[in-house]
């Protein structure tokens, strides 16, 4: 009979704590949730699945998982954290509450169990300050989802906190799959190497970052290039806080188009080269000349063509540039005519003596 008692009551606490009319959170060491109630579920927007993978940091304004040992440590030596402030829904809008937070020890573990409610308290001119923060959120939001970009948010351990529809529709993901997630997951090795050797202290020293480009890999399995622009918080010893991010997809269209301008000079060359047709002749002096292409093509020496306009000069230097050791770079051509006499010397062999 004791046992069902017991049993009634612990059931009764369970669901009391289910329906009470305040948020009940529980938070490990780490800062990670690990249980919520319903009502702060309702709270803020989540599932009690999507605010597993979330730390505490990422919700309450002002506080940073850089300090979390510091507020943890608190909570150890005063067994009591108040805080007053904001609480970030997973809207984006941001709901003033008061938490109470005390140190729980459940057998072996300690743990953080906050209570929370929606602040009462209003100052004057707050109603119309709120509402039109609320509108400025609201149109911020609208723009965020709706930016026709990849859009991100990660932490100073590089996890998720936030990302955009187009992002999420790129990716081929939902929502709840992302969150939490460190963004090393989504991209292929190579880059993980060259983020971490470049990005990385690029952003520590400077803050930002401006068109890298690497690759990401889509749920499906299809590697996709982009190029990032990204922006971070430090703090006052250059360590990353947050980091905000503008992923921009390379279309097949645009990499060509990028491609066809480094290669303008080449795709000149051969146009040029395909318009000029073969060398063809039988005759002695035509073989003399073939011999002497073979000839000079393997040594390094400097070879002076001589003849009259028209007669394949051109032609000759490029049989013996397709011959020589040198076949696979390109070969640059000058046009000694167009530069002005004074200037001959300098432009083919420098401006030094």
């Known amino acids: 009979m004791e046992i069902k008692i017991n049993s009634h009551r612990q059931h009764l606490s369970q669901y009391s704590i289910e329906q009470a009319p305040e948020g009940v959170f529980w938070v490990e060491p780490g ?40 507020r943890w440590q608190q909570l150890r030596n005063h067994h009591l954290i108040y805080y007053e402030g904001g609480l970030t829904t997973r809207l984006g809008n ?16 300690e743990l953080m169990c906050g209570f929370v409610r929606e602040s009462a308290r209003r100052h004057k001119g707050a109603e119309a300050l709120m509402a039109e923060l609320k509108e400025s959120v609201d149109r911020f939001r609208i723009l965020y989802n709706n930016a026709p970009v990849m859009l991100q948010a990660c932490d100073f351990e590089t996890r998720l906190f936030s990302v955009n529809q187009y992002w999420l529709q790129t990716m081929g993901y939902q929502w709840h799959e992302v969150i939490g997630r460190q963004t090393l997951e989504f991209m292929t090795e190579p880059t993980r190497k060259d ?24 749920k499906s399995g299809e590697v996709i290039d982009v190029a990032l622009t990204a922006v971070s918080d430090l703090d006052k010893d250059s360590r990353i806080i947050r980091t905000l991010s503008m992923l921009l997809p390379i279309s097949d269209r645009k990499r060509a188009e990028r491609l066809e301008s480094q290669n303008v000079y080449l795709r000149e060359e051969l146009i040029s080269e395909f318009s000029s047709g073969e060398i063809i002749g039988s005759s002695a002096p035509m073989q003399e000349v073939f011999r002497n292409i073979e000839m000079v093509a393997d040594t390094d020496s400097t070879v002076l063509l001589l003849g009259e306009t028209g007669t394949g000069k051109e032609l000759i230097a490029r049989a013996i540039h397709r011959r020589s050791n040198r076949k696979d770079g390109m070969m640059v051509k000058v046009n000694c005519g167009a530069l002005p006499s ?7 062999f420098g401006h030094e003596k």
């Open 31 to 70: 800062g990670f949730f690990i249980k919520v109630n319903f009502r702060f579920c309702e709270q803020l927007g989540y599932s009690e699945e999507e605010l597993q993978a979330l730390h505490i940091c990422d919700l309450l304004t002002g506080w940073n998982k850089s300090r979390w040992s510091k």
């Open 342 to 348: 004074g200037l001959v010397e300098n432009e083919l």
């Open 195 to 218: 983020v971490a050797r470049k990005v990385l202290p690029i952003l520590r020293q400077t803050g930002t970052i401006h068109d890298f480009e690497y690759q990401l890999i889509k």
């Open 94 to 109: 941001v709901v003033n509450v008061e938490i109470s937070a005390c140190l729980l020890k459940y057998g072996d573990e």
